[in-house]
T-cell receptor
Framework: GQNIDQPTEMTATEGAIVQINCTYQ??????LFWYQQHAGEAPTFLSY????GLEEKGRFSSFLSRSKGYSYLLLKELQMKDSASYLC????????????FGAGTRLAVHP | DTGVSQDPRHKITKRGQNVTFRCDPI?????LYWYRQTLGQGPEFLTY????????KSRLLSDRFSAERPKGSFSTLEIQRTEQGDSAMYLC????????????FGPGTRLTVT
């Protein structure tokens, strides 16, 4: 089976850095996605990691360790608009790439 | 706007009624997924189409649920005899075959069953 764990809620201050962790267990591995979802809106793609290491994309970076079944999303220079849920997801192996999502981490950015 | 679109955005219905939702994927995408999301949870997979063929259905999809993609373009999701437990956001996503698996989501249809 597949299982994804991430913290339920986090808070941070505008301008700060926050790291959102995700641990996963899969029978096969086809990469890991991070999506951002503002309240009442659709998830939007942030990053896809398939190899170990850090991938940087502007203020957002994503890290993957396949041996540890671990990923994190790093958000720098936080802005109020970054207040959202951040969803970690893995495609199910042999399952037409349907995504298995974690419950999401609700991030609240305060002034 | 060439993104994924869904209609309606909101639907309020009484228990026992039938509802139908529509999804228009990005035009060149041949893979289409339906997900359901309840408050405080991540999306859960419901069903998958490759072109017009429905290739996978979740056990979450009871006999009251049916989905179609008749011409391999838009898709519909019908719920018969709705129950209060069906209240959720229904999300559609599409992707191109052979892509890096990124799925593009539509804005969702929020269903409230009273």
């Amino acid at each position: 089976g597949q299982n994804i764990d991430q913290p339920t809620e986090m808070t941070a201050t505008e301008g700060a850095i926050v790291q959102i962790n995700c641990t996963y267990q899969t029978s096969g591995f086809n990469g890991l996605f991070w999506y951002q979802q503002h309240a009442g809106e659709a998830p939007t793609f942030l990053s896809y990691n398939v190899l170990d290491g850090l991938e940087e994309k502007g203020r957002f970076s994503s890290f993957l360790s396949r041996s540890k079944g671990y990923s994190y999303l790093l958000l720098k220079e936080l802005q109020m608009k970054d207040s959202a849920s951040y969803l970690c997801a893995v495609p199910r192996s042999g399952g037409y790439n349907k995504l298995i999502f974690g419950a999401g981490t609700r991030l609240a950015v305060h002034p | 706007d060439t993104g994924v679109s869904q209609d309606p955005r909101h639907k309020i219905t009484k228990r026992g009624q039938n509802v139908t939702f529509r999804c228009d994927p990005i035009s060149e995408h041949n893979r289409l997924y339906w997900y359901r999301q309840t408050l405080g949870q991540g999306p859960e997979f419901l069903t998958y189409f490759q072109n017009e063929a429905q290739l996978e259905k979740s056990r979450l999809l009871s006999d009251r649920f049916s989905a179609e993609r008749p011409k391999g373009s838009f898709s519909t999701l019908e719920i018969q005899r709705t129950e209060q437990g069906d209240s959720a956001m229904y999300l559609c996503a599409s992707t191109e075959e052979g892509s890096t698996y990124e799925q593009y989501f539509g804005p969702g249809t929020r269903l409230t069953v009273t």
